[in-house]
């Protein structure tokens, strides 16, 4: 069903909107039924059990070398924050490219720490995972799926659970097309609770503005395109190019996936907040949904900053979906508590404080200190060496 929004603001984010609870009687309903009897502290394992899975994606800041080893810092940080999210499908994207056996290390110390999930993962091809257009940005992407809940399927017509779009899209700013400088992969699976059918879009676009090392034109956006105003401040044409390929995105996973399977996207794209009315656009001509559509830009702040002060920098994170019959995608509009909002974003900045009884400061410390000797072990350095992002998480509901 299309979710009913509230009157958008003039700057609009990619996912949709806060409202305040007052006037947000359904999202309360949300809340109150499927959250408040669980959920005594904030993003204490929010857990749905039969009504309900929740779906994470996180950009794990160049996993795969030797910082990404069994007993490491990185691995100890990724694998303790995602048992907290009780997730029953996480992707994982910036994994360096041929690193993807490192995975199994993830998913070997996240089975141990909790018994409710049964993770497997699923690795990008590492051949769909070169563009030979940009040779210095391959990566891989991975998911990791909970076994108990979901099972891969074959796409419709295909042999095969997973793929990458590879296809051409538009760009933005010359008569010319271009691809996604890192292939989205795509995966399909069935829910072993209701029957329902997901198809998963993970990605991390081109990094913000033009870099002429990977063979990026500098070339000048227009001031508006399709009807969407484009800010030009530390923004480049291609990876504003991905943004509006999304729609392709959809169209094309649409033709492989049953006509009322539930399609997520999960990725970094990399778009500065006054850019962000691109998706808000295909909201409005009901491309897809967004998650948060708000001026209120800071409580999505997933990128981390330059220091403890400036913490959070751009909400370059999100969520985007087409919904399916049998499965309710909750946005911030339904559920505008306090705790969906902390659940959407968890503080990795501030984990050792916020989630103290969580996270061990001393052992994280000991851990920094083996791998940098020389360096600060303050709480937000300690942070960066797990990731520069924050995960992202939303819950999705089985109809009734």
Same mark, same amino acid.
């Given at each position: ?7 958008k603001?003039? %700057?609009i ?23 408040k009897? *669980? &959920?005594?502290?904030?993003? $204490?394992? %929010? ?20 910082? /990404? ?17 009780d ?7 910036? %994994? =360096?490219?041929?690193?993807?056996? @490192? ?7 996240l ?5 409710k999930? =049964? ?8 051949n ?5 257009? +940009? ?9 990791? !799926?909970?076994?108990?809940?979901? $099972? ?5 017509g295909?042999?095969?659970? &997973? ?16 691809t996604?400088?890192?292939?989205p992969?795509?995966? !399909?699976?069935?829910? $072993? ?42 923004q480049g044409?291609?990876?504003? /190019?991905?943004?509006f ?9 649409? @033709? ?16 500065k ?5 691109? +998706?808000?656009? +295909?909201?409005?001509?009901? @491309? !897809?949904?967004?998650?948060?559509? /708000?001026?209120?830009? *800071? ?10 002060? =400036? ?6 994170? $999100? ?14 509009? *339904?559920?505008?508590?306090? &705790?969906?909002k902390?659940? +959407? ?10 989630? /103290? ?7 994280y410390?000991?851990l920094?200190?083996k ?9 937000f350095?300690?942070?960066?060496k ?5 995960? %992202? ?8």
């Amino acid at each position: 069903m299309k979710k009913k929004r509230m009157k958008k603001a003039p %700057i609009i984010s990619s996912v949709a909107s806060v409202a305040i609870a007052a006037i947000a009687i359904g999202g309360y309903f949300v809340y109150d039924k499927f959250f408040k009897t *669980e &959920q005594t502290t904030t993003n $204490k394992n %929010i857990s749905l059990n039969k009504e309900g899975f929740n779906i994470t994606h996180w950009n794990i800041l160049n996993y795969g070398g030797k910082n /990404s080893n069994k007993g490491s810092l990185k691995v100890t940080g990724i694998t303790e924050i995602l048992a907290n999210l009780d997730s029953s499908i996480i992707g994982l994207t910036e %994994i =360096n490219h041929g690193a993807g056996d @490192k995975v199994a290390n993830i998913v070997e110390r996240l089975n141990k720490l909790q018994s409710k999930h =049964n993770y497997a993962s699923i690795i990008q091809n590492e051949n769909d995972a070169v563009n030979p257009d +940009f040779e210095n940005s391959r990566e891989q992407i991975a998911v990791l !799926y909970d076994q108990n809940v979901f $099972k891969p399927i074959n796409f419709n017509g295909l042999t095969q659970n &997973q793929m990458s779009f590879k296809q051409p899209i538009k760009f933005v700013g010359a008569d010319k097309n271009t691809t996604y400088t890192r292939f989205p992969m795509i995966n !399909y699976f069935e829910n $072993k609770v209701n029957g329902a059918k997901v198809a998963t879009i993970f990605a991390h676009f081109d990094s913000p503005d033009s870099n002429s090392k990977n063979g990026e034109s500098d070339v000048k956006l227009p001031d508006n395109y399709q009807g969407v105003n484009i800010s030009k401040s530390g923004q480049g044409s291609q990876e504003v /190019s991905e943004a509006f390929g999304l729609a392709q995105v959809f169209e094309f996973v649409k @033709k492989y996936v049953d006509p009322e399977t539930t399609i997520i996207f999960g990725g970094d794209t990399n778009i500065k907040p006054n850019n962000n009315a691109i +998706f808000q656009h +295909f909201e409005d001509i009901n @491309k !897809y949904q967004t998650y948060y559509n /708000s001026v209120d830009l *800071e409580i999505y702040e997933t990128s981390l900053g330059s220091s403890s002060s =400036n913490p959070y920098a751009n909400p370059y994170d $999100k969520f985007l979906f087409i919904e399916g019959k049998k499965l309710d995608v909750i946005d911030a509009n *339904e559920n505008p508590s306090q &705790q969906y909002k902390e659940l +959407f974003k968890y503080d990795i900045v501030n984990m050792f404080n916020k989630y /103290s009884e969580k996270y061990d400061r001393l052992k994280y410390r000991q851990l920094f200190k083996k791998e940098n000797s020389t360096a600060s072990d303050s709480d937000f350095n300690i942070v960066r060496k797990i990731s520069d992002h924050a995960p %992202i998480t939303m819950t999705v509901v089985y109809k009734k």
